[in-house]
Each structure stands twice: as structure tokens, then as C-alpha cells.
């Protein structure tokens, strides 16, 4: 078992043409080599800027590398209380930018000829209670109504239909998701923006950022200075950096996933006869897909807390339990990967884009990286042209958490008192 990222594992590194770049000037400075900074970087290089990309580590070595692949449509919280809660018409109107993600994700591959195995299988959210499936139901009839009619609901009975468990009491399809080789991308995407003249340059730390007299910035690296008009930071939890207003809003929460051997197509053709992406209803939630060779990969919260290779070992187990409750065919096989990553939630779990004292930001996808990062670093080339409008979450403030500065101390309090409401709810 490879204590590593299967995704990471199983496509090419990215290759940099700017191996030797010490410092310069540009257009505008990307903070972060992910999803988001590299469709970024594509996008504001077709618009003819000047780009530079620093990245800590290696292009696509975190979150977004380090996912389960899914390309999911629909919010991580229900449908129903997020409506009530926020209004009817502004739900709706950021349920269609999480459908515009997948829409970019898809149009992209096709543009730049990415081979990542992308396709729109669609995603099961199954009712781990029975009266989950109420709620999934009461969400649907509101989805159907108003902003996805292609949604439907499937009943315990039907359930057989789309996989081979007992263990769930019913399902919400919703039939726009997708999924793909998510490394294969990022680095697909990366390798795109520098074709069309942007420098990516890995192992780039920002360790300053310094405004001048005229509003032009110095950004300071371990590869020397850059002077810029313009910074995005797509830096998400990196707690490299002087961000710590962004580390003061951002909870970096631990998400697991194992991924078996190669599996026999008769037998994922009775565990997940669809193909589709699919999660539960659980807050200790579990995730799973079949991958583009034919493994199961199975993930989730597992433990609240940080990714580390003691901590990824222990989460690899627990998952290995409840991958065998969900298919008990699958309880001797063999784990051929085993990695942590890190989610950066908001405390609403809905992402945050802007920009504060000229520094433009887009973070905070919460579980829904994959499209809405790259949503997202597509809309902030047009964003940081004077698009204000088009930002989904412009009329969002984002006030620092309480007690929170950077260290997510309390992930232990939280966890207990979510493995509680699993219990009770």
C-alpha cells in the first residue's frame, strides 16, 4: 500500500520551462499552482497578460490532487434549509454557477485536448436514514420546481438499481456531475496556461507581499522578487505565507481516501452498475467512485482531523471498515493507496472570492473544489479586468471565525459533536 495519491501516482509531474526563473516582472502574480490558479493562468494569458504562477510545492501536490475526482453539481449542504435560509432566487442563482463549474470543467478538457477521462456519469447522494430520504425528497420537489429538473429520486426499492448495497434507504440523482482523473488535469490545465506563455514556477514560496506608493505590488519568493499590478491569491489553506487574514476564515479539515487493486468488472458492475459519483447524507460523510482503471475508491471525513502520514494511516483504517459495511465483497481486497488532503471550509461551507486592499482572492470550496476552482479562476481573469459583476459571491462577507488563527485546534470538539448528530439524527 502506497501511503500517496493515486491521481498524483498515475499521471505524468508537470514539467516546468521555467526551471531557472529568478524573480522579473509581470501582469499579474498567481499564488498557488492548483486548479484554481492554473485556470487562472490560462485564462488571463489568452486575455494577453503577462503571468507568473508560484507555487510552494508541485503543481496540483495539494487539494487539488489530492480529491476524490468527482465533478459534482448541487450544494454539500441540503437544497431545502440553504434555500430557506439564504432565499429562494440567490440559491438558485449559485446552484447554477456549481452547474456553470462542471459546464467549464468539460468545456476546457475539450479546448485544450486534456486527457483526464472526464465523463457525466452523474451523482447518487444516498440517505443514510430513513429520514434522510424525507429530506432528500423535500429538496428534490424544490430543485425540480425551481432550478434542476433533471434530478430525480430513487426509493429503497429502486436502489438496487444503482448499488450493490443495503446499507442506504434511498437516493437523489442528480444527473448533470461528472467525474475524471483529477491529476491528469490540474497538470493538464497547468501544462495549457504555460503553452500559451505564463511561467509556472514549483517550489516558489511566497514569503512577502509588499504594496508600493503606486499601488504595484512586491512579491517576495524564495526564487527572488517579482514587481506586479496584479496578485490572485488561489492559495487555499497553505499556511505558507503572510495570509493570515485568510487563514483566520478558512477551517483546513482532513478528508481520507483509500483506493483498492484493480477490481473484476463483474463485480463493480453489481456494486456500481452506474458509474456514478456517489456520497451520503452522513456529516461524517463517505464518498465513492469507480476510478478510469477499475478500482473502488472510497474516502471521507473518517476522523476529524489534519492530514500527516500517522494520521492518513489511521483514517486508511477506519475507511477500510466502512467501505467493507457499505460492500461486504469488498472486505479482503487489497489497498493499493492510501492518502489525506485537506478541505478549506468556510464556516458556511460556500466559497469566497474578492479582492481586499487590491489583492484578489477565490478560495473556500468546501468539498466542491474541482469545478467551482475552476469556475472560479476562469471568472477572476474577467473579475480582475473590472467585472465585479460576474463574482457569484459578491455579496458574501466573510468574517474571521471566532477563536480561529490559522491552527485548527478545536477539529477534535467538532468531530465529537458531528459523530453525535450522526448518532442522533
Known amino acids: 500500500m502506497q501511503f500517496s495519491s493515486y491521481w498524483l501516482d498515475t499521471t505524468q509531474p508537470f514539467v516546468s520551462s521555467s526551471p531557472d526563473m529568478q524573480g522579473g516582472s509581470c501582469d499579474v502574480v498567481v499564488v498557488g499552482g492548483g486548479i484554481t490558479g492554473s485556470a487562472a493562468a490560462l485564462a488571463l494569458t489568452k486575455k494577453g497578460a503577462r503571468v507568473i504562477v508560484c507555487e510552494a510545492g508541485t503543481v496540483g501536490q495539494a487539494a487539488s490532487g489530492r480529491n476524490g475526482g468527482m465533478c459534482n453539481n448541487g450544494f454539500a449542504q441540503d437544497y431545502a434549509s440553504l434555500s430557506q435560509r439564504i432565499g429562494t432566487e440567490l440559491a438558485n442563482r449559485l446552484y447554477l454557477a456549481f452547474d456553470a463549474g462542471v459546464d467549464t470543467v468539460e468545456r476546457l478538457v475539450r479546448e485544450e485536448s486534456i486527457d483526464c477521462d472526464f465523463v457525466r456519469r452523474g451523482k447518487l447522494k444516498l440517505a443514510a436514514k430513513p429520514e434522510h430520504f424525507d429530506k432528500l425528497a423535500r429538496s428534490q420537489a424544490l430543485l425540480a420546481a425551481s432550478v434542476d429538473p433533471d434530478t430525480c429520486l430513487v426509493t429503497k426499492a429502486e436502489l438496487r438499481d444503482e448499488i450493490g448495497s443495503d446499507r442506504y434507504h434511498g437516493g437523489l440523482i442528480f444527473k448533470k456531475s461528472a467525474g475524471m482523473h483529477v491529476g491528469r488535469y490540474v497538470r493538464g490545465l497547468a501544462n495549457a496556461a504555460q503553452a500559451r506563455g505564463a511561467h509556472v514556477l514549483e517550489h516558489a514560496p511566497v514569503l512577502g507581499l509588499q504594496r508600493e506608493s503606486r499601488g504595484a505590488y512586491v512579491v517576495r519568493t524564495s526564487r527572488g522578487e517579482i514587481r506586479t499590478p496584479q496578485v490572485l491569491l488561489a492559495s487555499g489553506i497553505s499556511q505558507v505565507g503572510p495570509f493570515g487574514w485568510i487563514r483566520r476564515r478558512i477551517v483546513p479539515v482532513g478528508a481520507f481516501i483509500i ?29 465513492f467512485r469507480v476510478t478510469p482503471d477499475n478500482r473502488m475508491l472510497f474516502g471521507g471525513r473518517a476522523r476529524f482531523a489534519t492530514s500527516n502520514p500517522r494520521s492518513d494511516e489511521q483514517s486508511g483504517q477506519i475507511l477500510r471498515q466502512q467501505m467493507a459495511t457499505v460492500f461486504p465483497e469488498l472486505a479482503n481486497v487489497r489497498i493499493d493507496y492510501c492518502w489525506g488532503g485537506m478541505v478549506d471550509m468556510t464556516a458556511n461551507r460556500l466559497p469566497r472570492a474578492g479582492q481586499r486592499d487590491g489583492v484578489y482572492y477565490s478560495m473556500g470550496y468546501s468539498g466542491h473544489g474541482t469545478h467551482m476552482a475552476t469556475l472560479m479562476g476562469t471568472l477572476m481573469a474577467e473579475i480582475m479586468d473590472g467585472r465585479a459583476d460576474l463574482n457569484p459571491w459578491k455579496d458574501f462577507n466573510w468574517p474571521a471565525i471566532p477563536g480561529h488563527f490559522g491552527r485548527p485546534w478545536f477539529l477534535p470538539f467538532v468531530g465529537a459533536w458531528y459523530r453525535l448528530k450522526d448518532t442522533l439524527q
Do not use: G, H, I, S
Not at 483506493?259 to 463483474?266: F, N, Q, R
Open 259 to 287: 483506493v483498492t487493486e484493480p477490481l473484476p468488472l463483474e463485480l463493480l458492475d453489481r456494486l456500481l452498475p452506474t458509474r456514478r459519483m456517489a456520497t451520503d447524507t452522513k456529516n461524517f460523510v463517505n464518498f
